[in-house]
């Protein structure tokens, strides 16, 4: 039964960065949907995120199987419950690409945005956050999962100097509120996307040292 349940264990780590790879490639998208002001890339993320729905139930049936016929203890039992929850993460992850990919039809519709946004630098340090985490997943890594949550902090403060770049463009250009807000929203998607990502690595860091760490952030310092 061991055997058994150490190749079941083995696939479902396959599925979950399966899962987790299809997910890096649709916020990757998304992103690079506004910023070189291409439709096609948003189009594509809206039009593909069945596969990431079909994939994320795939891996839940997985991990209620294995847990219904092995009921494995330990080391075992924290990575299938780790992956239940990061399988949630992942499936809300796309939502958000989805989310920010209809914006950015919006947004490169219309004329270029003539106030200083962030955007770019924030899009990547969350991006940067969402392959840390899963690259914690892979190398069951406590260390660097305790980094991606160090960085949610920064994108946090990325997050509210965007809400006052924006602020400062609505007073400076009223006839621009709409395509602002827009903005404003991708930012705030981003902001949730970060959010996910230290969610799957508090996760990790339970899966690792069996220590449930939300809320203790400080303690990282």
Same mark, same amino acid.
């Given at each position: 039964m061991a055997?058994h349940?150490?190749? @079941?264990?083995?696939?479902l780590?396959?599925k979950?960065l399966?899962?987790g790879?299809?997910?890096?490639?649709?916020?990757?998208?998304?992103?690079l949907? $506004?910023q070189?002001?291409?439709?096609?890339l948003?189009?594509?993320?809206?039009?593909?995120?069945l596969e990431?729905d079909y994939? @994320?139930?795939?891996?839940?049936?997985e991990?209620l199987k %294995?847990?219904?016929? !092995?009921?494995p203890?330990?080391?075992?039992l924290?990575?299938? %419950?780790?992956v239940l929850?990061?399988?949630?993460?992942? @499936?809300?992850?796309?939502?958000?690409?989805?989310n920010?990919?209809?914006r950015?039809?919006?947004?490169?519709s219309?004329?270029?945005?003539?106030?200083s946004?962030?955007?770019?630098?924030?899009?990547?340090?969350?991006?940067r956050?969402?392959?840390?985490s899963?690259?914690?997943?892979?190398?069951?890594?406590?260390?660097?999962?305790?980094?991606?949550?160090?960085?949610?902090?920064?994108?946090?403060?990325?997050?509210?100097q965007?809400y006052?770049?924006v602020?400062?463009?609505i007073r400076?250009?009223p006839?621009r509120?709409?395509?602002? $807000?827009h903005m404003?929203?991708?930012?705030r !998607?981003?902001?949730? %996307?970060?959010d !996910?990502?230290?969610?799957?690595?508090?996760?990790?860091i339970y899966?690792?040292?069996?220590?449930?760490?939300?809320?203790?952030?400080?303690?990282?310092?």
């Amino acid at each position: 039964m061991a055997i058994h349940l150490q190749r @079941e264990i083995d696939n479902l780590k396959k599925k979950i960065l399966n899962l987790g790879a299809l997910v890096e490639s649709r916020v990757r998208k998304a992103t690079l949907s $506004i910023q070189n002001r291409n439709p096609d890339l948003a189009r594509d993320v809206i039009e593909t995120d069945l596969e990431i729905d079909y994939v @994320e139930v795939d891996v839940e049936e997985e991990c209620l199987k %294995i847990l219904a016929l !092995h009921q494995p203890v330990a080391v075992d039992l924290r990575f299938i %419950i780790a992956v239940l929850k990061i399988n949630n993460d992942l @499936e809300r992850i796309g939502d958000l690409a989805v989310n920010i990919a209809e914006r950015a039809l919006y947004l490169v519709s219309q004329p270029p945005l003539g106030v200083s946004l962030d955007f770019v630098g924030m899009a990547r340090r969350v991006q940067r956050m969402l392959k840390n985490s899963l690259d914690a997943l892979v190398n069951f890594s406590a260390s660097l999962a305790k980094e991606v949550c160090l960085d949610d902090d920064e994108v946090d403060a990325m997050n509210r100097q965007m809400y006052l770049s924006v602020q400062q463009g609505i007073r400076s250009q009223p006839q621009r509120v709409e395509p602002l $807000i827009h903005m404003l929203s991708v930012s705030r !998607h981003l902001e949730r %996307i970060a959010d !996910h990502a230290t969610n799957i690595a508090e996760d990790v860091i339970y899966m690792v040292e069996g220590e449930i760490v939300r809320h203790k952030t400080e303690e990282y310092m």
